[in-house]
DNA sequence: CCGGCGATATGAAACGTTACATATGCTATG
DNA sequence: CATAGCATATGTAACGTTTCATATCGCCGG
């Protein structure tokens, strides 16, 4: 009786695709000579007599043997697989948080199994449902439905969203990093500063970055414009509002603090074509700083998230064994980087 | 004896963390005092008699009961999970395509393990050893390794890189792609045409966009120059180059197609630095229109790669019932997409 | 009223592991 | 020399499903 299975490089042809099982531990078990619960302490490194654990690995080798990590995880409730739950990978800070715990996890010999959710609260429960029948150790989701429903035992950490003391959630300082960018503008010298948003309707984190360079203007004595819109409006409104605010050529603003990069790049468009130059007439700071975006050629001034950071952390907090003091919300501090729209 | 687990939504506060055991088929079965047998029937939407099917289903809700997937994967050696390894999530083509393929499999009841291996042929071969240890129904990747080892019963889609004729490879028609660019360049009225390639040294299928480029150019009595790049010498060849090439403010080429959109990007700004115009003097062709980047203000003509088919397309032949007559190449056709860098 | 048939429910075996209680072989001790 | 004690290997019982052979039931024809 033959088991071995062959393993062949993609470049090689194998028609004879014939239907052997897979080996299992009592195929090496009878290989090696050996009891079943023997090979199982090899693959558990537990302690084993150094000529067994020869044997066993050079039978299990023989063989071509693998773990069922099915038959494992049924066996121990422990999967070694984690959901992570976004909204769109397609969205540079998304796909930057995804790679970013993507790795984290597989450095810790987790893997990832990936949902997304288009934003929809529906799907986020599905999700979850989806996720928790598939026994994994833990979740993170970056999420919007108020009233998901997770079962309380399940490792859950949220990103860039609290929901309660209860679940750990971590993001950048968003409030923080909408002070620095006041601070920034005002320290290069402009004096009629606005705030410029665009996004979803349902409030979030990000939110706060508006609130930090508000609230910083004002503790500066110096009053600050604000526009915040949502997706579906597009961002038409924008482009009227900067032109109703020029007068003989000149801006009501000299200094824009955008809720993205993204934002902003569109913004520095739209007061390049208003004839407006950048950063002489009109200073701008974005926000994210995701490096791809600066690789693609991308690059304004901008407040930088920490993303590695946080999807290390979210790791860390989520496969963290005491669970007993969790914080309940972790803010990374963020930077600031010139990125050529404003005077440094 | 209490089994039913309680769920909470990630708003509540919940202290009481009680260590019960999920319900399993056979307390369900208790509850509505039917057989194991019965209630697994009943999940599988077998045939079953409609007062029986009424009694598990109001037993299992009571008991909060969910299919353990690990326990039935054993059994049944199908796992709904399918891996996607790809280079690197961050880069907008791979994690449109990470988009379109979750999203895809999702909708077939498919879940998603997403593998990321930073273009490392080493990594990719310990991605594909844990997938297959974690039983996927199937493997999706964009791998460089020509060496990669595969169990060759396990289904596998190549996306962009072709192996051999056993291993289907879906991509997009890259050839006829320079073919349209070089066509579209010189319909506008070009006549000294350039080809700007940077890239991963190892050869991929992309390779064949110059090669389409070229021919077609050929092919018009026109002769064509080629710089290609590899990724470790960055940018700066480019620019010494077009600044090598001009001559009394004049630029030897008149149309430019780049191998991707973020070349396309960055020698825009550096025509614009040497002073030269866009479309003006020169006309610009780039490749990929994912339309995050247009979404992110980042716009220039382009040809369009379909990448939610070649995601549809590469699940659809991953999951095909009838494995015998797998095509061993899908080339879906790109178009073209005017964005302000040609003459239209 | 009985035997047989079709339909449907039942329960045990198996999937490939882990974990635990037991068996085995040694060494050290009185 | 007998044996307690230790270290290490063995084998079996779970884990929660599916599947299949068997049991049960109701119904119809003779």
Known sequence: MELSVKHFTLCEVNSMKQKENAPTMKDVAREASVALGTVSKVFNNLHVGEDY?????????????????????????????????????????????????????????????????????????????????????????????????????????????????????????????????????????????????????VPGESDKRGDGFESACRQRGISCTSLRLCDEEGYAPFQDFLASHIEEGRLAFDGIFCVTDALAVHIRAMLCELGLRVPEDVQLIGFDGIRRFAEDGFICSTIIQPIERIAETGVELLLREDRSNLPSLVCLPVSYAPGGTTKE
């Open 53 to 201: 654990r020869r044997r066993v690995e050079e039978a299990a080798k023989r063989l071509g043997y693998q773990v069922n990590s099915y038959a494992r995880g049924l066996k121990t409730n422990r999967t070694y697989s984690v959901a992570l739950i976004l909204p769109d990978v397609t969205n540079p800070f998304f796909s930057t948080l995804a790679q970013g715990i993507c790795s984290a996890l597989s450095q810790k010999g987790y893997r990832t199994i990936l949902s997304t959710t288009a934003y929809d609260p529906e799907a986020e429960q599905r999700c979850i449902q989806m996720v928790q029948q598939n026994k994994v150790d833990g979740i993170i989701g970056l999420t919007y439905n108020p009233a998901l429903e997770v079962d309380p035992q399940l490792p859950y950490v949220s990103i860039d969203r609290y929901f309660s003391p209860s679940v750990p959630c971590v993001s950048s300082d968003n409030f923080g990093g909408g002070q620095l960018a006041a601070g920034k503008l005002l320290e290069l010298g402009c004096t009629r500063p606005l705030f410029l948003r665009i996004g979803s309707k």
